[in-house]
């Protein structure tokens, strides 16, 4: 009996092999004579065909390869997003105009065109799945001779069968609709590959068709923009008289333009020369010495308000001899008035002038034309340049008191930066105190890092009386204490958690800006829980803030926590300047947490992989359904953490419990059987092959309430050649625990246990 199982086996294993090769000769056979009829095709299309005339050339070379006997090809309009049939073969001439003469929504068409009818690149809706139609599409029924025995293969009258045709980008150009097989048996993988071809081919021809049609029209639109330029040179011509007197006219315009150009570019060597300077002095002197090579002037003045009130301090060019300027200066003179009211003086011919003809500085000066420019910082004037000529200058244009306004202007901008500057090197001395703390940050976890943040921003801000530094809990989603100085009892405030957007600290948070609160309004403030409320009274001893300083601490975008300083004695203890240095200190804190945060992050995912590809080598090393049954859900846990956990087979339209870890009632779950469809989780899973992920089961509809539930809940379904045949449910207490991360590395795991339990049974059924 052995021997004769042995030769029957032998057998047997021939017969197999002997179909599979009979098969693969056939598919071969098939895609030759697919390969003939597009090489058929190819050599029919012509240059300069007609778009219809190469579609119908394509449209038999689909009937001849293929058994379909019906082939409708349409284009989309692209202006209107609309299908129009072009040609068709094995339809009735009535049947054809018919469905020329109507056209269809591609967004109409496209909701046929489900996932769940995709076959490759086309779409096969049988009859019995046929989604609702969308009124605006027209469709043709065919009368087609159904067979004697009809069977699941079997072609039905109302079969669709579309191609969408794409172009590179993978936009729709045109569709290819089928019917008809001579065989009466719907189409296998084969056939479609087959059409693909010639739809491929179609595709191009349609593309390249389109594309032809937009360059001929650039072409017509040059040619026609060609023929206007033609035209305006033509009337050019006749003009000429006419261009030269206007030519003339610009030439002296530009003279014009040259001139005050020559100011423009006067005014630039000015403030470029002013720029350069490092501190205000220099940048005064600076104005004033170019003032003279760049305008051709012969003194200049600078002048400052000082404490003491208006001071000449710069003083050159060529002065006339015996000329006391200092004395002069404390009369009445263009210099000393802007430096009041900060308006410029320009005089272009002094003697003209009714105003300052008469002043004894500007006539020791021997000036005949006057500049005057106040020097303004915030709107106030801070400092004057007066700059005078021995000869009359031309009348000032607009655009010439418009350059010297911008010197005046861009000159006060620089003296302004350079105040700004002097500020920022004195907040850098600030810093530079404050660098031994960025230093300390190396090699400090996460509580170390907070506490020294916390105690380096107490020790420079001499006004901050106590503080904390709060750290976001993603799972939670509270902003919770990790360090606490200086109140009362630290161990209260450490209790004491925040939401999002909760208080002034969650409100801060939420906003992820620095905010300085001159003065508290505790009740507006500080509108927390009763429980909250008197841990807060606990830690502060009884006592108030009076103002604080909060600093969110932000990196790329995310809130990591919050840092709040405050203030019992004093209304607006805080000053801008502390608000900056801690921003500073805050984005030093964030960066090393981030950075601790990767290097976690990291660990943790290299742990996974690690226990992801144990899990792979010990999975795909049995072949045996039941050991891996039995050792699934304990390879898992290193892989995804769990309270609990179940493993569910599917048999026809049921799961089963397979196996089961953590319940404390093992024995009654084993064997348990649901049907998917009454599974609302299950049978999403079903339909879509995607896991569900449910952060809290209280808040959730599909779940029924029960005491103490296990809140967090994971379904990850087992699939192999596209169909779910299992699922693992995992669950844990907390809320909040599964992360996107783990889902990914739980499908994974899914995946390949649900390859391996196939290959087994396979295994198991070839023994």
Not at 119 to 135: E, G, K, N, R, W
Not at 259 to 274: C, D, K, M, W, Y
Not at 518 to 544: H, K, M, P
Request: hydrophobic share 40%.
């Amino acid at each position: 009996m052995q021997m004769l199982a042995v030769q029957a086996g032998i057998a047997i294993g021939n017969a197999q092999r002997y179909q599979n090769e009979k098969q693969r000769s056939e598919l071969m056979g098939r895609r030759s004579e697919t390969l003939v009829r597009l090489t058929d095709v190819s050599y029919s299309l012509g240059h300069d065909q007609p778009l219809d005339q190469a579609l119908q050339i394509i449209a038999r070379g689909i009937r001849d390869a293929t058994p379909f006997r019906v082939v409708l090809m349409s284009t989309l309009e692209s202006d209107t997003d609309q299908l129009r049939r072009v040609t068709g073969i094995g339809l009735p001439q009535e049947t054809m105009n018919e469905l020329l003469s109507r056209k269809q929504p591609l967004a109409s068409v496209q909701q046929l065109m489900r996932p769940e009818f995709k076959i490759s690149h086309s779409y096969f809706i049988p009859a019995d799945q046929t989604p609702v139609m969308p009124p605006d599409l027209h469709k043709v029924t065919l009368d087609v001779n159904a067979p004697q025995t009809k069977t699941s293969n079997s072609w039905d009258a109302e079969d669709f069968l579309i191609i969408p045709l794409e172009n590179a980008e993978g936009q729709i150009v045109g569709l290819i609709s089928l019917d008809d097989p001579s065989n009466g048996l719907r189409p296998d993988i084969a056939t479609i590959e087959s059409i693909e071809v010639f739809a491929s081919q179609a595709a191009l021809l349609i593309n390249n068709t389109m594309r032809q049609g937009d360059l001929r029209g650039r072409i017509d639109s040059l040619s026609s923009a060609l023929n206007r330029q033609q035209k305006l040179l033509d009337v050019a011509k006749n003009d000429l008289p006419i261009l030269l007197r206007k030519d003339l006219e610009q030439t002296i315009s530009l003279h014009n333009l040259d001139r005050r150009a020559q100011r423009v570019r006067a005014g630039l060597a000015i403030t470029e020369s002013v720029s350069r300077q490092l501190d205000a002095t220099s940048a005064l002197s600076a104005l004033g010495r170019e003032t003279l090579t760049q305008l051709g002037m012969s003194v200049a003045l600078v002048a400052e308000n000082t404490l003491e009130g208006p001071r000449l301090t710069h003083i050159l060019g060529s002065l006339p001899r015996s000329t006391n300027v200092d004395a002069l200066f404390g009369q009445r003179n263009p210099l000393r008035a802007i430096l009041q009211n900060g308006h410029s003086v320009l005089i272009p011919n002094l003697d003209e002038d009714d105003e300052w003809r008469d002043s004894t500085l500007l006539t020791s000066l021997r000036a005949k034309s006057v500049i005057c420019l106040p020097i303004l910082v915030e709107n106030k004037p801070v400092a004057a340049m007066l700059a005078t000529s021995p000869e009359p200058m031309q009348s000032f244009t607009d655009e010439d008191r418009q350059v010297y306004t911008q010197i005046s202007q861009q000159t006060s901008l620089i003296l302004q930066n350079i105040s700004l500057l002097n500020q920022t090197r004195r907040r850098l001395d600030e810093v530079n105190l404050l660098l031994d703390f960025s230093r300390q940050l190396s090699g400090m976890e996460a509580d170390a890092i907070v506490k020294s943040l916390l105690d380096s921003a107490r020790r420079v801000i001499q006004t901050a009386h106590a503080g904390a530094v709060l750290v976001w809990n993603q799972k939670n989603e509270l902003l919770t204490p990790r360090a606490v100085s200086g109140y009362a009892d630290n161990e209260s405030m450490l209790k004491i958690n925040y939401r999002l957007g909760e208080a002034l600290p969650g409100n801060a948070f939420l906003q992820k800006r620095a905010r300085r609160v001159d003065e508290i309004n505790f009740a507006r403030d500080y509108n927390l829980s009763a429980e909250n409320l008197s841990y807060y009274r606990q830690a502060t001893g009884g006592r108030l803030p009076v103002s604080s300083l909060l600093v969110p601490i932000v990196s790329n975008e995310q809130n990591l926590g919050l840092l709040v300083l405050d203030n019992f004695n004093t209304t607006g203890a805080f000053r801008a300047e502390d608000e900056a240095l801690l921003v500073s200190l805050a984005q030093q804190v964030a960066l090393s947490m981030d950075n601790l945060r990767l290097v976690r992050d990291t660990q943790e995912r290299a742990g996974q992989l690690q226990a992801l590809n144990d899990a792979s080598a010990s999975l795909t090393s049995s072949l045996s359904s039941d050991q891996l049954i039995n050792t699934l859900l304990d390879q898992l846990r290193p892989i995804l953490p769990y309270d609990t956990a179940t493993l569910w087979l599917r048999e026809k339209d049921r799961l089963t419990v397979a196996s089961t870890h953590g319940f404390s009632d093992v024995e009654q779950r084993l064997g348990l059987s649901i049907s998917v469809a009454d599974s609302a989780l299950f049978k999403e899973m079903g339909q879509t092959g995607q896991p569900i992920l449910v952060k809290d089961v209280r808040e959730d509809p599909r779940f029924p309430p029960v005491e103490a539930p296990r809140l967090s809940w994971l379904g990850i379904p087992l699939v192999s050649k596209g169909e779910m045949v299992g699922v693992l449910a995992v669950e844990k207490w907390q809320a909040n625990y599964f992360t996107r991360e783990q889902v990914q590395v739980g499908l994974t795991f899914a995946s390949q246990s649900a390859v391996s339990l196939d290959n087994a049974r396979l295994y198991e059924d070839s023994v």
